[in-house]
């Protein structure tokens, strides 16, 4: 039985335009919410639930499809500012419980617009109420705001259930459900982009579906809406904003340019006091304010709310808004919150200390993969702004080059030379990534290459980031100039700087470590060395910079050499498109990849492909003349596909044959193989005769032998 009264009589519930908790439409109430109103059925043990939000979250249509569905006996009052008084509304709620208790039976009172009520009075009478409820009774509160009742007892004692804001959210599914009750057909993505935005707050997602749907109107575009749009502008100055007084709309505005909202910093920023007291006193009002923590220290406007007051503050007070922007991004940078420091110095057109922040960051978040963010804030700047600051046209660089364009990382390169020659600047950090990113340009010749990355870190500060990146140059020119020694100790302390600092230095000096080792014929070590790099690339997310092209080979190679056949062949695939990526590179590196990838592919019995990076390697190679190594490399991996002939022998053994051949030139026995083959010590011993016959060898050693001298072992190989 259900009941919804104005004194108490009864009558079957409605639903109309004038619902006290919206004011907006019947589609809220269209859309069901069956699993709150499971959660609300099930907490039928509890004397009191509170269903509290502010305006706009249809609460009173869930408490209307609450008592649809419970089978007990259900009244509904909604209540007023006339109920503000004790005897009024005891005599309201008596006459109320007294029509729907009987016997024992178990009953719900739903009190909607709680809210109402503020005097002491009232609210003492209403939890004396609470508290004299009989066991089989249960009362459930529905308010904007939370009530002055002794809750913190009873959630003590479990005696009360709640549902907020983010509870009555609606989910993605219900989003798309009420857009589509709209008469809206939105694509999945435009779907997801008002969920994100307006939260699953109901009314601003009808307030977005009339605004979308509005053909009077320019066309709105729904990944781009917002607390400004009009529609729902106006409903929240409405809601939340009608009756208040002038100073506290202020405090509201100017405080809107903050993510995170505590008495200090709103203080500070505001040049004000009492800061923390107003929040709190605010965050128990009907507003869309929410506390982040359980100490009232912190809190947060809703997305569109936060919007639309930003909105107004720039409207009423555009000077004033660059300067609270000034003050955020001081505070937040003596704080060392830099992210949000950026964002504030950007905001309030400081491009000087926004520059200076973000080449501080630029380092840190390439080393770290986070570029995202880096791309983001360059983005907010002209290509004129940039190449007026020598910071910001030295972070364009650094991140172009990690996207895989050498073409405009060299550009933006000479871009910060000229203006940081025009400045007439004397900073050693940016004259060291001056040449830390000079040593990246195609026309740098390899000795060249050693010295400017000497010089670079010897500029460079201990804890920056680049200095462990000017040590992976540095060793890569004596690797390549034959100078072994050098080039192990110059990349072994690259790759210990870097695991402080710098976890893409630390996989660049890894994998170069890897081609030493391979080059040694030393393949433990470049096992052990590319699996610290294959650690770093997955723990940082390093496998989408497209200048890793150089990890992706140094594993296919490894991965090919340990039988490893179907992860060496996708690694193969991921450097290839890689490197078919990558524009206006060094040649040394194009060359030098290119040609350790072949091997690769020689490994997996590919000839074609390996012969055509053979020939690629051979043009960048052609334009090197201080670099021997690569050109003995070149020559070696030549040799290697001249003697397999094509892959004739190779094309005969199987997969399992060829990983089983890859331990024949090692101490290991047949049940050892086996057992790291994880296959038994028959197969490997009938895969071990089949490669004999194949080989048209009598012994193991012998096997070995041609197998060497076939291309399918690497000379020195040990398994």
Not at 88 to 111: Q, Y
Not at 460 to 470: L, N, Q, Y
Not at 687 to 693: D, G, L, N, T
Request: glycine fraction near 6%; proline fraction near 4%; aromatic fraction near 6%.
């Amino acid at each position: 039985m259900t009941s919804t009264s104005r004194e108490g009589d009864l009558a079957a519930p409605t639903h109309d335009r004038s619902a006290p908790d919206v004011g907006l439409p019947d589609h809220l109430a269209l859309i069901p919410r069956p699993q709150l109103v499971t959660r609300l059925r099930e907490a039928n043990g509890y004397p009191l639930v509170l269903i509290t939000a502010p305006a706009g979250y249809a609460k009173s249509s869930l408490l209307a499809q609450w008592a649809e569905e419970d089978g007990r006996r259900f009244a509904l009052v909604t209540l007023d500012s006339r109920d503000d008084h004790p005897s009024r509304l005891l005599n309201r709620l008596v006459r109320t419980l007294d029509s729907v208790s009987s016997r024992g039976r178990p009953f719900v009172v739903g009190i909607d617009e709680a809210d109402a009520l503020r005097t002491k009075g009232a609210l003492a009478a209403l939890g004396n109420l609470i508290a004299s409820l009989p066991s089989e009774g249960q009362i459930a509160l529905v308010s904007r705001r939370e009530l002055a009742l002794p809750l913190g007892r009873m959630r003590a004692h479990r005696r009360v259930f709640e549902l907020t804001r983010r509870d009555l959210a609606m989910s993605r599914t219900e989003t798309g459900a009420l857009l589509k009750a709209i008469g809206l057909r939105l694509t999945s993505d435009e779907v997801a982009a008002l969920y994100e935005q307006t939260e699953g707050w109901p009314a601003a997602l009808y307030l977005a579906g009339l605004s979308l749907g509005d053909g009077d109107g320019p066309p709105v575009d729904a990944t781009r809406f917002g607390g400004d749009d009009r529609f729902v502008a106006d409903y929240m100055r409405d809601e939340f904003l009608a009756g208040i007084s002038a100073a506290r709309l202020r405090f509201l505005m100017r405080t809107s340019i903050l993510e995170d909202l505590a008495g200090k910093i709103c203080d500070d920023v505001l040049e004000r006091t009492g800061s923390g007291r107003v929040l709190r006193e605010q965050a128990r009002s009907k507003l869309p304010l929410e506390p982040l923590d359980h100490a009232d220290g912190t809190y947060r406007y809703h997305p569109l709310f936060k919007q639309m007051l930003a909105s107004e503050l720039h409207r009423r007070e555009p000077e004033l808004e660059s300067n609270l922007h000034r003050r955020a991004s001081a505070w937040y940078s003596e704080h060392e919150r830099f992210e949000k420091a950026i964002d504030h110095a950007i905001a309030a057109g400081d491009d000087k200390h926004a520059a200076e922040l973000i080449w501080a960051l630029a380092a840190p978040y390439l080393a770290e993969g986070n570029r995202e963010k880096l791309h983001r804030w360059l983005g907010r700047f002209s290509d004129r702004k940039v190449a007026r600051s020598a910071e910001l046209a030295l972070a364009t660089a650094h991140l172009y080059l990690a996207l895989g364009d050498g073409d405009l990382a060299a550009h933006w390169t000479s871009v910060a030379r000229e203006a940081f020659d025009g400045a007439a600047m004397e900073d050693s950090d940016l004259e060291a990534d001056l040449l830390i990113l000079r040593v990246t340009l195609p026309a740098q010749g390899i000795v060249q290459m050693g010295v400017d990355a000497i010089r670079a870190g010897e500029l460079h500060p201990p804890e920056s980031p680049w200095r462990a990146m000017s040590y992976f140059y540095a060793g890569a020119s004596r690797h390549l100039a034959d100078d072994v020694g050098d080039a192990r100790e110059l990349l072994e302390e690259g790759a210990r700087k870097g695991s402080a600092t710098a976890p893409i230095a630390q996989v660049f000096c890894l994998v170069q470590l890897t081609f030493l080792h391979m080059d040694q014929d030393d393949l433990e070590n470049a096992l052990r060395v590319v699996a610290q790099a294959r650690e770093q690339l997955e723990r940082f997310k390093l496998g989408e910079y497209p200048i890793l092209a150089f990890f992706f080979v140094a594993s296919a190679l490894t991965r090919a050499h340990e039988g490893r056949i179907q992860e060496a062949v996708a690694d193969r695939n991921r450097a290839r498109e890689m490197l078919e990526g990558l524009d206006g590179f060094p040649d040394w590196y194009q060359g030098e990849a290119r040609i350790f990838l072949a091997r690769a592919c020689l490994l997996l019995d590919d000839f074609p492909a390996a012969m055509d990076l053979l020939a690629e390697a051979t043009e960048f190679a052609n334009r090197l003349d201080d670099a021997p190594s690569l050109r003995r490399w070149l020559s070696e991996a030549e040799s290697v596909a001249v003697a397999m002939g094509g892959g004739a022998v190779r094309s005969e053994l199987t997969p399992a044959e060829l990983r089983t051949l890859r331990f024949l030139p090692s101490h290991l026995s047949f049940r050892e193989i086996a057992e790291q083959s994880f296959v038994s010590a028959n197969t490997v011993k009938t895969q071990a005769q089949a490669i004999y016959r194949k080989l048209d060898a009598t012994s193991r050693g012998e096997a070995v032998e041609r197998a060497r001298d076939r291309g399918l072992l690497q000379n020195g190989s040990n398994g």
